[in-house]
């Protein structure tokens, strides 16, 4: 089987991102979570108690500069707490904000051309103006899915993708199960991660 496909530079952020947000979720079991969320919780008690003491110490001297920070630090320590009530993703957002930017800066043209991919019985080949890659079947390790993208990663090249695919490729969800079946077929592991959502509703 073979196809043609151009990596966007959103292709390459998203997945990135896709990426990020699912190691953070599966980083820990629940009774993990569980743990620290209550330990969380009791820092952030802890921090207002200590905070509230320091106002009541700075109020019995009558130092008005102790107070007047003493204020000052509750009053954002409260905007704080209350953003997260608000919103409780509100930092990962900014990290994944972050994260975006720091992609975008670390993509290299080349990943950016028109790429081909061929499968057969020996394995995948990879070529476009930059690159001839070729590898056996045994080399891979394996394919992942998500809602915009088929990721395929090779042993021994850590956690980065040598592949990502994005779904428009395939003109027909037909094409894109026949890409998978060959995969299958060749006893490469396919990993479903199709529940992150992309921050901007991006669809293919």
Avoid at 49 to 60: E, K, P, R
Avoid at 68 to 79: A, D, E, K, T, W
Wanted: a positive charge.
């Amino acid at each position: 089987m073979k196809i043609s496909y151009k990596n966007a530079k959103q292709d390459l952020i998203d997945y990135s991102i896709h990426s990020y947000y699912n190691s953070e979720k599966s980083s820990g079991n629940s009774e993990k979570s569980f743990k620290n969320k209550c330990l969380s919780i009791l820092i952030k008690f802890l921090i207002l108690s200590l905070l509230l003491q320091g106002l009541s110490i700075s109020y019995d001297k009558s130092n008005k500069f102790l107070i007047y920070f003493s204020l000052l630090m509750l009053v954002i320590y409260i905007i704080y707490i209350l953003c997260i009530i608000i919103n409780p993703n509100i930092f990962k957002d900014i990290m994944l904000k972050i994260i975006g930017k720091k992609i975008t800066k670390s993509i290299k043209e080349e990943s950016l051309n028109d790429i081909t991919l061929i499968l057969n019985e020996e394995g995948i080949s990879v070529e476009n103006d930059a690159i001839l890659y070729k590898t056996i079947w045994v080399n891979i390790e394996k394919a992942m899915v998500t809602e915009s993208h088929i990721a395929i990663y090779i042993k021994y090249n850590g956690d980065s993708p040598l592949l990502i695919i994005p779904l428009r490729t395939f003109n027909e969800p037909s094409e894109k199960e026949s890409f998978l079946e060959i995969i299958r077929q060749h006893d490469v592991n396919i990993v479903n991660s199709i529940d992150f959502k992309d921050t901007k509703g991006r669809k293919n």
